[in-house]
Nanobody, 127 residues
Framework: QVLLVESGGGSVQPGGSLRLSCAAR????????IGWFRQAPGKEREGISC????????YYADFVEGRFIISRDSAKNTVYLQIDNLKPEDTAVYYC????????????????????WGQGTQVTVSS
């Protein structure tokens, strides 16, 4: 069974930073594209970023505005999401998932085709 585990969330003040981790159990993440997503209360899940498996190309949703950086550490079998200058509207549960590739449509990371979702990690931004 493929399993992803997210961690690194927490409660921070506006302007703060967090680094979220997505670790894999029982499979090698290098074989998959990995996407980061978030879902705020009452809203649909939205794609944030995606990193490919072949050459680690990275893709971001338009709303990212340079505040999110995705990266992969093959030695640790982990994909990270660095979030800087956090805003209250970033409050959500953040998830990672696997796919064969990354697709951006109209400035958004397409969620279709992603599976092996983790349980999520909560990010709360408030003063």
């Amino acid at each position: 069974q493929v399993l992803l585990v997210e961690s690194g969330g927490g409660s921070v003040q506006p302007g703060g930073s967090l680094r979220l981790s997505c670790a894999a159990r029982r499979f090698t993440m290098d074989h998959f594209a990995i996407g980061w997503f978030r879902q705020a209360p009452g809203k649909e899940r939205e794609g944030i970023s995606c990193i490919t498996s072949d050459d680690n190309s990275v893709y971001y949703a338009d709303f990212v505005e340079g505040r999110f950086i995705i990266s992969r550490d093959s030695a640790k079998n982990t994909v990270y999401l660095q979030i800087d200058n956090l805003k209250p509207e970033d409050t959500a549960v953040y998830y990672c998932a696997t796919n064969r590739g990354c697709t951006v449509v109209a400035g958004a990371i397409r969620t279709r085709g992603f599976d092996s979702w983790g349980q999520g990690t909560q990010v709360t931004v408030s003063s």
